[in-house]
């Protein structure tokens, strides 16, 4: 039992997933906070395509 507590080999992964779930939720925030100007942005360039 002392030997699995001191394993560390899984440590790593879940420092990246971490990273990654904490870079997910700003980026959620961030779209959320500007997400009229994202809509004008994109509707911009949809705009220009056509």
């Not at 560390?8 to 420092?15: H, M, N, S």
């Amino acid at each position: 039992m002392v030997e699995f507590v001191r394993n560390e080999d899984g440590q790593g992964l879940v420092e990246y997933a971490l990273i990654i779930a904490v870079i997910a939720i700003a980026v959620i925030v961030a779209m959320v906070f500007f997400r009229d100007q994202l809509k004008n942005y994109f509707s911009s360039i949809g705009n220009n395509l056509t």
